[in-house]
């Protein structure tokens, strides 16, 4: 993938990113969201993982952030007044941010990998999901099932939560 | 009162829906099919086809003033249509007739008659009040116009829609 | 020449901002997406050292896109069990700010 | 690498503003026209021979009309959303097969290996245009459309999802070219017994099959917002729904992207059930057998068969469009509590089931 | 008090009150045309019948009880008349008795057997007292099968008042009202019989400064007010409670306007004030409103000419104008039509800039003794107790001296005009700064530097203090023309751009902080003032309306109309 393309993707990502925790009104904070995830595939796209990317749309973009926009209109969500800011906390807030952003300059800067460009890939096969599907249903048989049954109670408890009491 | 239309049972094959649906399917097909051979004919091709002959002597067209055997126009500005115009489409400035006019007795005229036809339903509320009988609603029903002042009938158009109506209470006119 | 390194520099902006998001925004919703934004930080190195480290197929590591699925359908669960509660909560005390929901119960 | 990008922006500019956007123009008449013949009337019959120009006389109509925005809105998302509405049906146009090959280039914009899953994707995005312009019209009625489509949405998203399944289980790949050539092999997946009569299996993979198709039919007309799933614009009970505020052309490009996204609908159903842009024709060649015509042939047949498969595919979807239209002028629209209940209780189930059926079969009984 | 038996129940009214009173204050409406409660009681229309019986009294002179305990009463044979008759002691009234409904019919049959029945072009329909009892107690068809009576129509029986003979029946209360209030008897009765009709006395005509009353008083549509007549249906008129602003008495008004027009306005009834009546001149003073000359936007001199500007940029430049004085060399002119909130808000704006020379210009004019006042200055008491003045007028000589000898460089004029002061076109030109506050251009307009358009007495609310001390509220009855904008806001809004604080903002804000300031308007506010007004000062404590300086040296340049057209 060209440079560019890959920083085009990651400034949209990053910026758009920053819009979701800036941006008042949550509707807008949702819609940035959903760029800030389409730039991510992008992203996962140029690191040739292809199902990855598309699922990212499929759940993120398509099922989770509607899911985000029709509770903030189901509840009616207006932008917030500006409050009064609490300078103390947001000071710590940053400060923490930029401590571990810096971290991460840090150990990425002292990681000797990190400067090596990606290996070139063999011209594949077999698809994509086929070869993640194998390990999926092979080596990570139990996690998936346990996965499974993970958002089995998650929606018996989305159901339970959501009911409204009886009067 | 509260009529609780109760729900008719459904038996299993009613309540799969499939058959219904199908059997309505099979029906809009058949008119889409008549349809496009000419078996069927039942709209009237309007620009071509009018149904002018047949109004019923009911009809409800575009108001309109009249004049009587005399000329006169009928309406004596007393505003009642302009108070019971449900959409108040009509607007009138009366006026006084001078007293040299062989209808100094009148007294009274429309100096300004103007119907909004944007506006007019075809209630025929004002045919209905009027004390005069000079308000009538008549067969026309194509009202066009280009601009919305197009569409305002003024007194004039309207008293050359309405014409001039034989046979009503001639009640100015009476004998000495 | 774009580098692992690029990736990850990228992917820690990323968390750094969802984390400020997390702290600095008073909207239980908003807070939720900031948690979004960081999962998808990690997600992001995380498909980065599978391209990174290929195998001698000439494949790259899938063993962690597998993890980057198990991620995100857990993100889903949560997301959908975290809005439910932010909508119990709601319906409870009318509001979505973390300052005003500071009792134990209800 | 410059071929391969002059091939494919000449793919996207053919099929787009040769094929598609006249299609959605033309689909707009013809839905006038079906509608009318289904009801007694004439329908659009004074622009043209047999009306056929209204299509262009309607698009001068709502570019000339006042592009009115209301002073409430939130103008930037007011603005955005049409844009929104209209842009994921073109897109998912891009990984659909429309034909076999022209002067050996393949007839598909862009064959990726995640084919059906990039359809789900993108056709998800499709909500967020209505969900954006009920929001931002600030208008109760809008609104009311807009919360509407979102769960329905999401609601029959998973039943789309899942009623296809089977299909790929068979055939072992995301792509949908390699569908379709599994369909030339095997026989189209609606039918696959037909030209194989004898084979007992063919007509037991038929029942999952046809079981996919239904509930995948079923949940592309809730997708494309189509009666009887017109909830979100529901013209009786929320005055247009999403659109009521918007007029001229942003207003066109919600209608628009309707028709667009009915005849992308269109033509994922005739890629994965009706065997693509296949079709064999009958042939007294020393005998009767079919033959079978697509772009690989040498020379001049080489091009008459490219056509041929193009011109089959668009006629299939031509045929599904008026599916699509007969449907709606025939069916009442559900009410909201019964879509969901029909989404939730019905298709999902029925999806799931049929992913154990259609699994069953080949696992154990698949010769 | 007596007690007096009326359908059956029993009341009690003091002495000397009239029988059809008692009826309608005991609930039972007894329909009349000759009688007027302010007026003498002829009996001469016969639509007031009533049965009435006396208490029974037995051998000893003392009532016989019926059975209920209270006294039998013995029923007259014949029906009589209710105006002309006072309670007495165990009186009985029947008011809805068969044989009265049978006398009320009769009556009305009589009554419009020689009335034309052209409703639709009488101004009286739709407040006609023939409608609307021939509907409540009338028979719906008519026996009469001769010719009907022929009379005179359309007389002019004086300069606004047009007689319609064929609608008159003959009820005597304009006559009586010429007679009795007016004290200009002008109207009779000639002819006898049916041919009986109502005319000026030969040589007079019904001019005098009441006649429009005996419109009013009129229960059909025969005399009709000339100014009125055929402009508008009664039942489109929009009413609002008002009062007349063209003299100190300040009489109680109802404003009929419809679609921002004002078509008429009537007294409404206020003993304290002017009973039921109101004199032409005030009645007729609204026309100005619509004038041609009135001023729609504010405008700003800017070079040689004044030039339209919006509201911001005119008090701005009016403001910035006038700070650059002192305020010694300020003067403003200010009203006594102004209401009291626009008093004193002037006052404020006067504090601002420290102007001590601030003056009210006295109006007068002929008065009578019955309503019109000398004092034209509608609100002139107000001034008084705001202490815009303490003796209006007074100042005026000096600052037209300032303004002469060049003392004074800026003017505030506000409603008024100064060439009404003796200062000539050239010596306003001299003035540097000259705002204008007004409803209408006049000669003096032109050489403003800011002129503010305000509202006329109809578009605004407000109070003021009439000549006998009462306080009274005037009602909004119409939306001003143009951009003009209402008096206190532009005197608010200049203040503010003065000094750079808010103050208030609604009306009531501004009543809220003069009832705070001014001992006498304690505890009131706009509402507390209510239709008929607040006594707030003493009648005795107005003097004499001061000599009004102007009115010799400048003919009226006036928006006012005299009366009469």
């Excluded at chain 1, 990681?111 to 086929?130: C, G, M």
């Excluded at chain 3, 195998?55 to 995100?72: A, E, S, W």
Aim: charged fraction near 20%.
């Amino acid at each position: 993938m060209p440079a560019f393309l890959f920083w085009i993707f990651a400034l949209l990502m990053l910026i758009f990113g920053a819009a979701v925790v800036v941006n008042r009104n949550p509707v807008a904070s949702a819609l940035s969201l959903v760029v800030s995830f389409l730039g991510l595939a992008a992203l996962f796209m140029s690191l040739d993982a292809y199902f990855i990317g598309i699922i990212q749309v499929l759940v993120y973009a398509g099922a989770v952030m509607v899911l985000f926009l029709f509770i903030i209109m189901l509840l009616d969500l207006r932008a917030e007044e500006r409050r009064q800011i609490s300078w103390l906390t947001s000071a710590g807030a940053i400060a923490v941010a930029l401590a571990l952003l810096l971290q991460i300059f840090y150990v990425v800067g002292h990681f000797k990998s990190a400067q090596q460009p990606f290996p070139p890939l063999a011209r594949s096969t077999t698809d994509d999901v086929r070869n993640i599907g194998l390990l999926l249903f092979g080596n990570y048989n139990l996690p998936f099932q346990i996965i499974g049954i993970l958002v089995l109670v998650a929606t018996i408890g989305v159901v339970l939560l959501s009911r409204r009491e009886p009067r | 009162m509260a009529i609780t239309v109760p729900r008719p049972n459904l038996n299993w094959r009613e309540r799969m829906y499939l058959p219904a649906i199908v059997a309505g399917l099979a029906i809009t097909i058949k008119h889409f099919k008549n349809m496009l051979f000419g078996r069927t004919r039942v709209t009237m091709q309007y620009p071509e086809e009018k149904w002018d002959a047949s109004l019923p002597d009911y009809y409800r067209g575009a108001p309109a003033l009249v004049r009587d055997e005399d000329g006169r126009v009928r309406c004596v500005a007393c505003q009642l249509c302009e108070f019971i115009c449900p959409p108040r489409a009509i607007k009138i400035i009366p006026g006084e007739i001078p007293s040299t006019n062989r209808f100094a007795k009148v007294e009274k005229y429309p100096e300004e008659f103007d119907i909004d036809m944007i506006r007019c339903i075809f209630c025929g509320m004002c045919e209905e009040v009027c004390p005069e009988q000079a308000i009538y609603l008549r067969k026309d029903y194509a009202i066009t116009g280009f601009t919305r002042a197009d569409m305002v009938h003024h007194k004039e158009k309207l008293l050359e829609i309405g014409g001039v109506m034989h046979g009503v209470v001639l009640k100015w006119n009476e004998k000495k | 020449m774009i580098t692992l390194g690029d990736y990850l520099i990228v992917s820690g902006i990323l968390f750094a901002i969802g984390f400020a998001g997390v702290m600095l925004r008073r909207n239980l919703i908003i807070i939720l997406m900031s948690l979004e934004l960081m999962l998808n930080a990690a997600n992001l190195s995380l498909v980065a050292f599978s391209r990174f480290r290929v195998l001698p197929t000439g494949l790259p590591d899938y063993n962690m896109q597998v993890f980057v699925f198990f991620i995100i359908t857990v993100a889903a669960a949560e997301v959908a069990v975290g809005l439910a509660i932010l909508v119990a909560l709601f319906r409870a005390r009318q509001t979505t700010d973390v300052k005003d929901i500071s009792s134990l119960r209800f | 690498m410059a071929y391969f990008i002059v091939t494919s922006l000449l793919k996207i500019v053919g099929i787009l503003f040769l094929v598609i956007l006249p299609m959605v123009s033309y689909s707009v008449y013809a839905e006038r026209r079906v509608s009318a013949f289904i009801q007694d009337r004439r329908g659009p019959n004074r622009v043209g021979p047999a009306g056929l120009f209204q299509p262009i006389a309607d698009i001068f109509k709502l570019l000339l009309k006042e592009d009115f925005t209301p002073r409430t809105v939130n103008t930037f998302y007011y603005w955005l959303a049409p844009c929104l509405a209209m842009m994921p049906a073109i897109i998912t146009i891009a990984v659909v097969p429309f034909g076999s090959t022209l002067f050996g280039v393949p007839m598909v914009i862009a064959d990726i290996n995640v084919g059906i899953l990039y359809v789900f994707a993108i056709a998800s995005l499709g909500v967020y245009g209505i969900v954006l312009a009920g929001w931002a019209s600030n208008s109760k009625y809008p609104f009311l459309g807009g919360v509407r489509s979102s769960s329905q949405m999401i609601s029959y998203e998973l039943s789309l999802g899942l009623a296809v399944i089977p299909i790929f289980l068979l055939v072992g790949s995301l792509r949908l070219t390699s569908v379709v050539r599994y369909q030339i092999e095997h026989g189209w997946f609606i039918a696959p017994f037909i030209g194989d009569w004898m084979n007992p299996w063919k007509w037991l993979l038929a029942i999952p099959m046809l079981i996919s198709f239904v509930v995948f039919a079923i949940a592309i007309f809730a997708e494309t917002n189509r009666l009887p799933f017109d909830l979100p614009e529901a013209e009786q009970e929320l005055a247009g729904g999403y659109n009521t505020e918007y007029s001229s052309m942003k207003f066109a490009l919600f209608f628009l992207g309707e028709y667009a996204a009915m005849i992308t609908g269109s033509a994922i159903i005739v890629t994965l059930f009706f065997g693509g842009w296949h079709l064999p024709l009958p042939s007294w060649h020393g005998g009767f057998h079919w033959v079978f015509v697509d772009g690989n042939a040498p020379g001049w047949r080489g091009v008459i068969g490219g056509l041929f498969n193009i011109a089959t595919f668009f006629t299939k979807v031509a045929v599904l469009i008026f599916m699509f239209m007969w449907v709606r002028w025939t069916l009442p629209r559900f009410r909201y509590d019964q879509l969901m209940r029909l989404g939730w209780l019905f298709f999902f189930e029925i999806a799931l089931v049929n992913i154990f059926i259609a699994a069953g079969i080949l696992a154990f009984i698949r010769p | 008090m007596f007690n007096v038996q009326i359908d059956g129940v029993w009341h009690q009214f003091p002495k000397g009150t009239r029988v059809i009173e008692a009826c309608e204050q005991a609930g039972s409406y007894v329909p009349r045309y000759c009688y007027h409660k302010k007026l003498s009681s002829p009996g001469n229309c016969r639509m007031c019948l009533i049965e009435m019986g006396l208490p029974k009294l037995g051998p000893d002179r003392k009532p016989e009880l019926g059975t209920d305990g209270k006294p039998a009463i013995n029923w007259m044979a014949r029906p009589q008349i209710s105006c002309a008759q006072d309670v007495a002691e165990g009186m009985g009234v029947r008011t809805n008795s068969p044989l009265v409904k049978e006398c009320q019919q009769g009556v009305m049959e009589f009554l419009l057997i020689n009335h034309p029945l052209d409703c639709p072009i009488c101004d009286q329909a739709g407040e006609c007292r023939l409608q609307e009892f021939s509907v409540d107690y009338g028979t719906s068809q008519s026996r009469f099968l001769e010719n009907k009576v022929k009379k005179p129509k359309n007389v002019v029986l004086g300069p606004r008042v047009t007689l319609d003979d064929e609608r008159c029946i003959l009820c005597s209360r304009c006559i009586r009202f010429c007679q009795e209030i007016a004290k200009d008897d002008v109207l009779g009765f000639v002819d006898r019989g049916s041919y009986t009709v109502l005319t000026a006395h030969p040589g007079k005509r019904l001019e005098n400064n009441y006649s429009l009353n005996t419109v009013d008083i009129c229960p059909v549509g025969a005399l009709t007010s000339t100014d009125f007549r055929f402009k508008m249906r009664v039942w489109f008129l929009k009413e609002t409670k008002s009062i007349c602003t063209s003299c100190a008495t300040g009489c109680n008004t109802i404003i009929g306007t419809r679609e921002d027009v004002i078509y008429r306005q009537t007294p409404r009834e206020n003993d304290a004030v002017n009973s039921c009546w109101m004199c032409d001149y005030g009645r007729l003073n609204f026309d100005y409103l619509q004038s041609e000359r009135r001023l729609l936007e504010p405008q700003i001199l800017s070079g040689e000419k004044l030039v339209a500007a919006d509201w911001q940029t005119a008090i701005a430049q009016a403001a910035l104008e006038l700070k650059q004085f002192s305020g010694s060399e300020i003067a403003i002119i200010a009203s006594g039509r102004m209401t009291n909130e626009e008093l004193w808000l002037t006052l404020q704006l006067a504090k601002t800039l420290n102007v001590p020379s601030i003056e009210i210009v006295p109006r007068t004019g002929p008065g009578d003794d019955i309503l019109l006042s000398e004092d034209r200055n509608p609100n002139m008491n107000g001034a008084r107790l705001l202490g815009v003045t303490s003796e209006p007028g007074a100042k005026l000589p000096a600052i037209a001296d300032g303004v002469k000898s060049g003392r004074v460089t800026g003017l505030i004029t506000l409603g008024e005009n100064p060439m009404r002061l003796g200062i000539s076109a050239e010596q306003l030109e001299t003035l540097s700064t000259f705002v204008v506050m007004d409803i209408l251009s006049n000669a003096a307009t032109e050489y403003a530097t800011v002129v503010l358009p305000s509202f006329a007495f109809a578009e605004k609310r407000g109070s003021m203090i009439n000549g006998e001390g009462r306080l009274q509220r005037l009602n909004r009855a119409v939306r001003a023309p143009g951009a003009a904008r209402d008096d206190w806001k532009i005197l608010r809004d200049l203040t503010q751009a003065c000094s750079g604080q808010n103050s208030s903002y609604s009306i009531e804000d501004v009543f809220r902080q003069m009832a705070e300031a001014v001992p006498r308007l304690t505890g009131l506010s706009l509402s507390k003032i209510g239709d008929l007004g607040v006594q707030v000062m003493e009648a005795h404590e107005s003097p004499a309306p001061p000599v009004d300086l102007a009115a010799k040296n400048i003919e009226e340049a006036e928006s006012q109309r005299p009366p009469g057209r």
